[in-house]
């Protein structure tokens, strides 16, 4: 009884103190400044984006409009907080700021800092009625443009993170004058192509999730967002206890890549205090309709949506022939990740030719969640890709931090 009571005091300071921090009590929670921004789309979501204008290391905010500007992007059921919990030794944004740019912090329609819609409450299903395409064809693009207006640039530093690099792929393929506004594009486990996904979750769940049923019609608009905002609430507690902790740790292993040392562990908790961070799981049955499909395109409605919606019984493929960005897309990518299957990203290669660059990590067990949460991080991925922004930006730059990438990718 003694060890169920603590148990209980555990979870109920879980759900006192997860849900107090936002993105910008993080940052600042390190010094760095932070504003946040809501910009709302044609469609009537309002987004939050989070800036860091400047570091305390660097520049003053005086001289922020001669920052270049970067927008990252976050992976599914994430939110902006997945690029701060590492903190300002290792997160990528505090890096860029560090080093003088003007840092966006983007979220998705339907993550816990985009539930606000100018006429749809988030408790109706209308309000979930959104998938992949609509964060690609019309968030990230509305993202771009905003940063743009508000930092009078004419084009920006774009990264994307797993579901960041999907919708990015799908923004450029529809509307390909986003081209033009990439100064360059730095792609993290890259979701495209999933035809040869890994992973018991993915492979048991695609073929039920990723099919037309009633099941995935009900499922599909449900509002998930009290059940979620209940798991972030509940979930640190329980895995910093040393007898969940191990569960918690295979848990993550088997959503996205078994067995992999680099991931740091005593983030677990703060991840899990901030993922799931909503969204539709119209996006989940998206992925897996493209792992049933072996194809990138868009949300199957079934053949009388489909008729309605596209004029055809099956969505058409995304135009990847749109996709060429001014410098060639630097695409992250490894062996551990269930999401980015070696022979898929071999396919896309072949696809886009020397409209991407393929930068292969070489450690064996290096999984999805390591882009941005490994201990090693800064030194593998994330000094390489701020070197790569300093080069094009005509900066000093070293020119041998990308150290952590085979010789040859495929």
């Known amino acids: ?122 408790s109706s299903t209308e309000f979930w009625e959104f998938s992949l395409d609509e964060i690609g064809i019309i968030d990230v693009p509305a993202k771009i443009d905003y940063v743009l207006a508000i ?83 509940v979930a640190p507690g329980l895995c910093q206890r040393a007898e969940f902790a191990e569960l918690c740790l295979a848990f993550l292993n088997i959503v996205c890549g078994w067995g992999s040392p680099h991931l740091n562990r005593t983030l677990i908790p703060e991840l899990l205090s901030t993922a799931p961070a909503g969204g539709s799981f119209r996006q989940v049955i998206h992925y897996a309709q493209m792992v049933m499909s072996c194809k990138f395109r868009p949300y199957d409605f079934g053949l009388p949506g489909n008729m309605q919606k596209y004029g055809k019984s099956q969505p058409p493929s995304y135009n990847l022939a749109n996709v060429h960005p001014k410098t060639p897309i630097e695409m992250y990518f490894g062996e551990n990740d269930y999401f980015v299957p070696l022979r898929d990203a071999y396919r896309l290669s072949k696809i886009l030719g020397n409209r991407a660059s393929w930068n292969h990590v070489k450690f064996p067990k290096y999984n999805h969640f390591d882009y941005t949460l490994a201990s090693n991080v800064r030194w593998c991925i994330n000094d390489c890709v701020v070197d790569r922004m300093q080069k094009y930006e005509g900066r000093s730059f070293h020119g041998d931090l990308c150290k952590c990438f085979k010789n040859k990718p495929f």
């Open 1 to 122: 009884m003694q060890s169920l009571s603590g148990l209980v005091i555990v979870v109920l300071c879980g759900v006192t103190t997860a849900g107090a921090l936002d993105t910008c009590d993080r940052i600042t929670h390190y010094g760095y400044p932070c504003e946040r921004h809501n910009l709302t789309t044609k469609d009537g979501y309002v987004l939050a984006i989070f800036r860091i204008p400047y570091s305390q290391h660097g520049d003053s905010y005086d001289n922020a409009t001669s920052k270049p500007p970067v927008l990252l992007m976050h992976c599914l059921e994430c939110s902006s907080d997945i690029w701060i919990i590492s903190g300002p030794d290792n997160g990528l944004p505090f890096i860029l700021a560090d080093a003088g740019y003007d840092v966006w912090l983007g979220n998705a329609r339907g993550n816990v800092y985009s539930q606000k819609h100018i006429k749809l409450q988030r």
């Open 151 to 233: 930092t009078n640039s004419q084009s920006l530093h774009y990264v994307g993170y797993s579901q960041g690099s999907t919708t990015l792929m799908m923004a450029l393929a529809s509307k390909p004058e986003y081209n033009e506004k990439l100064r360059s594009t730095h792609l993290l486990a890259p979701v495209v192509f999933l035809c040869y996904v890994g992973g018991p979750v993915a492979i048991l769940g695609s073929p039920i999730v990723g099919s037309i049923n009633p099941l995935t019609q009900l499922l599909g608009t449900v509002p998930l967002h009290e059940l979620e905002a209940l798991s972030r609430s």
